[in-house]
């Protein structure tokens, strides 16, 4: 979900990471039932904490991070909404983050 509201492929994010060595770590990152031990930091690419990745893979679903029905964005991981500040939760689009907010009004 992040990599899709970032408008990237999995082979564009293997390229920015440094090649396409990445590829096949990168679709098992993305594969349902699949944990991974270590995950490539893909920060630089692209938003995305591994620590909510590891929350959303070991925890049982009531204990998940929200995230952004729209992007998968949530409130642990910095990243800039498209008004030169930090994506937070929309207060009129409930489920939402201020950066879908914006995209949807734009
Ligand atoms: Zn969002």
Excluded: K, N
């Excluded at 440094?18 to 938003?47: C, N």
Aim: aromatic fraction near 4%; charge should be positive.
């Amino acid at each position: 979900m992040r990599r899709r509201a970032a408008g990237l492929s999995i082979e564009q994010v293997a390229v920015a990471l440094g090649g396409r060595v990445h590829l096949r770590h990168l679709r098992a990152l993305e594969t349902p039932g699949l944990r991974l031990r270590q995950i490539v930091d893909l920060s630089p690419v692209m938003a995305f904490s591994a620590d909510v990745y590891r929350q959303l893979a070991d925890l049982p679903a009531h204990q998940h991070p929200s995230l952004c029905i729209g992007c998968g964005w949530d409130a642990h991981t910095d990243q800039p909404d498209r008004h030169d500040g930090l994506t937070t939760w929309s207060r009129d689009r409930p489920g939402h983050c201020t950066r879908c907010e914006q995209q949807a009004a734009a």
